[in-house]
């Protein structure tokens, strides 16, 4: 099997813990220039603006000097730059760190953050600001949590090292318990283990169960409940990982997760800015045998669902939750560090 020659390191420094774009040239193709291709490719950023972005110098080759206007077009070059970053609302809770060894670091990331640079959000997720804040420029994540998932995530520190831990998570090999608060069903039989087929479209906001062979499987089950406000809180084990997963499998047994915007229906993301009402789920449980250095690891997040640790607060976004009390917006109190907790 040939395999494919890794493309050359980047020629441009990160800017505030995020990489320079990388292009590279295809074959084929009527396109004189590097800069008319560039033109014609990238019309997302605006007229004029990529034109602009060569014209200045701001467009570099492999060897990090600046690509000339005129610069002919070639099959399979490599180009590198800086795009202008969107406008990004910051997110006001901290990154925690679990852990950190000479191969991984684990963080406990806050709901609202992007594990990765995406879309909109691009120097304001955990990965840039991890960059940033521990001065590892190397840093890439091992696999991703949603933006509105609080909770436990694997990053890798050395390059040549990330698939060996990325193979943990398409293997299986990896162990994740989530916790969710969601409505108490008397009538719901618990526990259980849920199988469906799970389908998510580009550009449909909200995932949807299909007839067809599961490619989808949870385990649930009810931790506690309470009366007095009709809540519950549940243990999910997912064995895949499917997009939305488990809030698509909670939906469907007939208690959404509170602080949805998409399940049960389609509620649009809310106002820029609106941190009062997260999704009350959290990753809380990452389990695995470190494929580097052969060492047992469990580490448990340090934070707390709103709804369950502080309900007053939940009901009034104003409200106090006590002395002392935090709650989903940081860690809690300490948490597992590589051994067992």
Not at 17 to 35: E, N
Not at 109 to 122: C, D, I, N, Y
Not at 128 to 139: H, K, S, V, W
Request: aromatic fraction near 6%.
């Amino acid at each position: 099997m040939r395999r494919r020659t890794p493309p050359p390191a980047a020629p441009l420094p990160q800017r505030d813990g995020v990489d320079p774009v990388r292009v590279r040239l295809p074959s084929g193709g009527a396109w004189g220039t590097v800069r008319e291709y560039l033109v014609a490719r990238l019309t997302g950023a605006g007229p004029g603006v990529v034109a602009a972005m060569v014209d200045a110098g701001l467009v570099v080759g492999a060897d990090g000097r600046a690509v000339a206007p005129d610069e002919p077009y070639r099959p399979g070059m490599f180009v590198w730059f800086h795009r202008e970053l969107p406008p990004e609302v910051p997110v006001p809770f901290p990154v925690e760190v679990v852990h950190r060894d000479a191969h991984v670091v684990v963080a406990d990331k806050p709901h609202f953050l992007a594990t990765t640079p995406r879309g909109s959000h691009v120097a304001e997720t955990a990965l840039a600001r991890l960059r940033r804040e521990l001065g590892i420029p190397t840093l890439t994540a091992a696999h991703r949590l949603d933006r509105l998932t609080a909770g436990l995530v694997l990053f890798t520190v050395r390059p040549e090292e990330r698939g060996a831990y990325q193979t943990l998570f398409r293997d299986r090999r990896v162990r994740k318990e989530y916790e969710a608060v969601a409505p108490y069903d008397p009538a719901l039989a618990l526990p259980r283990t849920v199988r469906s087929r799970i389908v998510k479209e580009r550009g449909v906001p909200a995932a949807r169960e299909v007839e067809g062979e599961p490619n989808a499987v949870t385990h649930v089950e009810l931790a506690e409940h309470r009366e007095r406000d009709g809540l519950g809180r549940y243990r999910l084990v997912p064995e895949t990982g499917q997009t939305h997963q488990l809030r698509v499998h909670l939906n469907a047994l007939g208690v959404p997760i509170l602080g949805d915007p998409l399940y049960p229906r389609v509620s649009g993301p809310g106002p820029a800015g609106d941190f009062r009402r997260p999704l009350q789920l959290l990753a809380r449980r990452l389990e695995f045998t470190d494929p580097v250095t052969g060492a047992e690891h469990s580490f448990v997040s340090g934070r707390t669902l709103r709804a369950w640790s502080c309900p007053q607060r939940w009901a009034d976004p104003g409200a106090a939750c006590g002395p002392g009390r935090r709650d989903g917006a940081a860690p809690a109190g300490p948490t597992g560090a590589g051994g067992r907790p």
